[in-house]
Every structure is written in structure tokens, then in C-alpha cells.
């Protein structure tokens, strides 16, 4: 096995200020947010550890001070890389500042503010025989308004909270869209173009190497939940909730801890 070989690496975006979240943001930074008692790094780096991912690099920003305190205190720095990137420095270029250092040839990008539970280990594995340089990880959104299902012109159903898979777009009718979860499996080869100055990294890096590399998505069964803004934090830790994320969370947290990992 070659030294590369030995190396799963994962990069876990963690650097953003997440705004959205209004007065807990101020305190602490996103990702140190608490879902069952526990920090959303935690779990990150907990069910990637679980997928065999070993190597693991977080660009930091905003409050990282803390960050670094909760790697030190909870996973001893590890096969944990912590780099400064600053506090408002875009994501183009907080991934430029960090990508020398990714140690396997093919790596999983994330942001660091889900909390999710899926076969990554299958779909690394399939990435790398398939010799894929992108495979986008897609999973269903959930429409918050009504939805009238109809079928052959016929009306069957209305629900609320009803979850797409993918959409149709109206001008490219035989174009399915799924919804990007914001994390990818990648090959060093998709950085080869120079992305730092970029404005906005996904918009502008992505379509590139569509257009240039073997790509895929995947649509793994499991679950993922984003903490985007306070409903997401109170979806993910109240039991009284109507989405069933809590209960998924509650089980994951479980297999977790009877894990040695």
C-alpha cells in the first residue's frame, strides 16, 4: 500500500460565521452548536471516522479559537490539520490555503454544519473504482408549502412537508436537478485550475470540471440535516418535532457511542 493509499482525507469547511443563526453565532461558531448534547464537529468527525476517513483538515476563521479547543480537548489533534484562514476569507480561498496539504488522491469536501448518517465508505469506494474526479452527494429537500400531487392529469393527493428526490426544470424538461447537499467527493485533479480568487467557488469551480472530468451524483438511502438557521437546531433537538430528524439523530448519537472510533 502506498503512503497516499493509507490516507483517507476529509476537509471540513468550519471558517463561516453563520449569521443566519442569529444570536447563538455570536457566542460560538456553527459548527461548536449543540445537537443532543453534543457539538455538530463531533458527529462529523465521528461518523467519518466510521467511514474510514483518517485524515482530516479543518480551515478555520470565525472563533477559531474555540474550534482548536474543542479538537484538543475531545480528539487529542489526531490526524487533525487546523489551519488559520482568517475570518473573513472566502471559501474559494480558504480551500486554496489548505489544499497542499489533502494526503490521498481522491478526498471528500463538506461543510461543517450537518449532521448525517449514509454509506460514505461505498460511495468513496465506487468513486475511486469508477475512476470518477467529481461525485456530487445529493439528497431529497423538503417542500415546507402544500403540495398538490397529480398524476395523469389527475389530482390524488395534498401533503405538507413533502420530500423531492430531484426537480424538472421547466425550459429542459428532460433535465432532472438534484439538490446538492454540499458535500463531494473529489480528485486532486479538479483543483489543478486556479480557483482562488474566486467569488463564489461552487458557481464558478463546478461546472468546470463538469465539463472537463468524469462526473457522477449520488442518492444514498440515510439521512442528512443542515443547520442552516434556528429551526434546523430545533427540528434536530426537539422530540415534539414533526420531521423525524430528531429521532434519527437520537439513534445515530447511539450507534456512535457503542462504537470504538
Request: charged letters at 30%; hydrophobic letters at 35%; a positive charge.
Amino acid at each position: 500500500m502506498s503512503e497516499k493509499q493509507k490516507f483517507r482525507t476529509a476537509i471540513i469547511l468550519c471558517g463561516g460565521k453563520g449569521t443566519r443563526l442569529g444570536a447563538l453565532s455570536k457566542k460560538i461558531p456553527k459548527t461548536l452548536i449543540k445537537i443532543h448534547n453534543e457539538r455538530i464537529l463531533w458527529f462529523i468527525i465521528k461518523i467519518l471516522k466510521k467511514n474510514k476517513f483518517n485524515h482530516f483538515i479543518l480551515p478555520i476563521g470565525y472563533k477559531g479559537k474555540q474550534i482548536k479547543k474543542f479538537i484538543k480537548r475531545t480528539f487529542n489533534n489526531e490526524n487533525i490539520e487546523i489551519f488559520n484562514t482568517g475570518s473573513n476569507t472566502s471559501i474559494s480561498s480558504r480551500i486554496h490555503k489548505v489544499k497542499k496539504y489533502i494526503k490521498s488522491d481522491d478526498f471528500l469536501l463538506l461543510n461543517g454544519d450537518a449532521v448525517f448518517n449514509f454509506n460514505l465508505d461505498k460511495i468513496y469506494k465506487n468513486h475511486v473504482k469508477n475512476k470518477t474526479k467529481m461525485t456530487f452527494i445529493s439528497f431529497g429537500f423538503m417542500a415546507i408549502f402544500g403540495t398538490v400531487g397529480v398524476r395523469k392529469g389527475k389530482v390524488l393527493d395534498f401533503r405538507r412537508n413533502f420530500t423531492f428526490d430531484f426537480v424538472k426544470s421547466k425550459d429542459k424538461k428532460s433535465l432532472k436537478a438534484y439538490v446538492y447537499s454540499g458535500m463531494s467527493i473529489m480528485n486532486k485533479i479538479t483543483f489543478s485550475k486556479n480557483f482562488k480568487n474566486y467569488d463564489n467557488f461552487e458557481k464558478k469551480l463546478y461546472p468546470w470540471i463538469i465539463e472537463n472530468f468524469k462526473c457522477n451524483v449520488e442518492t444514498p438511502s440515510g439521512f442528512f440535516h443542515a443547520i442552516d438557521n434556528m429551526k434546523d437546531v430545533s427540528v434536530a433537538n426537539s422530540p415534539y418535532s414533526e420531521d423525524s430528524k430528531y429521532l434519527q439523530i437520537k439513534r445515530l448519537k447511539k450507534l456512535i457511542n457503542s462504537t470504538k472510533n
